[in-house]
């Protein structure tokens, strides 16, 4: 097996190869999609002046959760948990800015956040063939749902698990980043 520092130079060669393997085992569309952003931070919040290695690349961002700094990954699946489509973004990149480039090759209802909530993007949504359906803010006006379309709001951690699994057993947020690629 080659070393951690083998494999940082080996990667950049591979990135044709690992976008075919994505190609090769991506879920396929199922008319119900789920879609989110996690942060993935590049640095602790106190090492932001030093760190060099994506200077110019991450930028600050801000969730729920606090600052970081870092990218945002978004991510579309289907109800079985499959990723459809993911983007990585700088950090300070609002979630509803790359979802028309994700939702190319779907169709259906696309479920999201609060924080995808925007009446002209739905109505780019619903030209493309989609149907966005979020929450509502606590001061908008009522918007009429199914009872399926609220229960699969509620069940939306389904995205949640993927992001658990995708940050903690394939490791992809760290701090000991030596290269760009």
Not at 30 to 35: E, I, K, Q, R
Not at 45 to 57: E, Q
Not at 72 to 82: A, D, F, Q, T
Request: with cysteine; net charge positive; glycine share 6%.
């Amino acid at each position: 097996m080659p070393s951690y520092s083998r494999c940082v130079e080996l990667l950049p060669r591979n990135a044709l190869a690992l976008t075919a393997l994505f190609e090769s085992i991506k879920g396929k569309c199922t008319g119900l999609s789920v879609a989110d952003s996690t942060p993935i931070a590049v640095c602790d919040n106190l090492r932001i002046s030093r760190h060099k290695v994506f200077d110019g690349i991450a930028e600050r961002g801000k969730t729920s959760t606090g600052w970081f700094f870092g990218f945002k990954l978004h991510v579309i699946i289907n109800h079985l948990g499959e990723i459809l489509s993911f983007r990585l973004t700088p950090g300070n990149t609002e979630d509803r800015k790359p979802l028309p480039e994700l939702i190319k090759d779907l169709s259906g209802c696309l479920y999201a956040d609060k924080g995808y909530l925007s009446a002209s993007l739905k109505q780019q949504l619903k030209t493309m063939g989609i149907n966005l359906i979020t929450n509502i803010k606590k001061k908008m006006k009522p918007v009429e749902q199914t009872c399926f379309d609220k229960a699969i709001l509620r069940h939306r951690s389904v995205i949640e698990t993927v992001f658990d699994e995708l940050k903690n057993l394939c490791q992809i947020a760290h701090t000991r980043h030596r290269s760009p690629c």
